[in-house]
């Protein structure tokens, strides 16, 4: 079973810190996407990467998806409370089956 | 535009008891998938319709649980009987395409006592 392990589990930081976080597997993944989470809602899309190595930006996040397509980061900068959350990293091969991360809890305190 | 909607929000039946969930796709949204978390678990994947058809089901637990999309709108899924173990809460997301972003609905949670 193709597993996407995510790392840390959980992160509590304070305002304004960087953070980043890992999802890797040894399995290959034609995309994979990165999803936040927050209690009592379904996961909301943040970004698609596609191309080993695409970095992508989305204000004060950079994600990155590795250069073998099998691992992938989400880096934040200055953090905020308003970035509390769960990170879901998911990934699909080929097909519309996509696979979830563990997931990382995010807490940042003001 | 709306978006995916599923009910109930939540759920508590007794071991034995039949649930259906009901979740409303996007409208014009082919692609409708069921998703599952057990706790502790990441989110797994149960099937895929693509209008009324099953795409595919290899993600279904076991033939207690019945996925439906009549006319390829609404989708329900039913577990009957329901067991301890089918605790968890049940994501619907739908797309336009089926390797689009996922859309996801704010999930039922199903407590089985």
């Known amino acids: 079973t193709q597993l996407l392990e995510q790392s840390p589990q959980f992160l509590s930081i304070q305002e304004g810190e960087n953070l980043t976080v890992y999802c890797n597997s040894s399995?290959?993944?034609?995309?994979l996407q990165w999803y936040r989470q927050e209690p009592g809602e379904g996961p909301v899309l943040l970004v698609t990467?596609?191309?080993?190595?695409e970095v992508k930006k989305l204000k004060r996040l950079t994600f990155q998806f590795g250069d073998a397509r099998k691992d992938s980061s989400l880096h934040i900068t200055a953090a905020q409370p308003g970035d509390t959350g769960l990170y879901l990293c998911a990934g699909a091969q080929w097909t519309y089956k996509y696979i979830f991360g563990t997931g990382t809890r995010l807490k940042v305190l003001a | 535009e709306a978006g995916v909607t599923q009910f109930p929000s939540h759920s508590v039946i007794e071991k034995g008891q039949t649930v259906t969930l009901r979740c409303d796709p996007i409208s014009g949204h082919d692609n409708l998938y069921w998703y599952r978390r057990v706790m502790g678990k990441e989110i797994k994947f149960l099937l895929h319709?693509?209008?009324?058809?099953?795409?595919?089901e290899s993600g279904m637990p076991n033939n207690r649980f019945l996925a439906e999309r009549t006319g390829g709108t609404y989708s329900t899924l039913k577990v009957q009987p329901a067991e301890l173990e089918d605790s968890g809460v049940y994501f619907c997301?739908?797309?336009?395409?089926?390797?689009?972003?996922?859309?996801f609905g704010n999930g039922t949670r199903l407590t089985v006592t």
């Open positions: 990467v596609v191309t080993g190595g």
């Open positions: 399995s290959v993944f034609s995309s």
């Open positions: 319709f693509v209008k009324e058809s099953k795409q595919d």
């Open positions: 997301a739908s797309s336009q395409d089926a390797i689009q972003a996922l859309h």
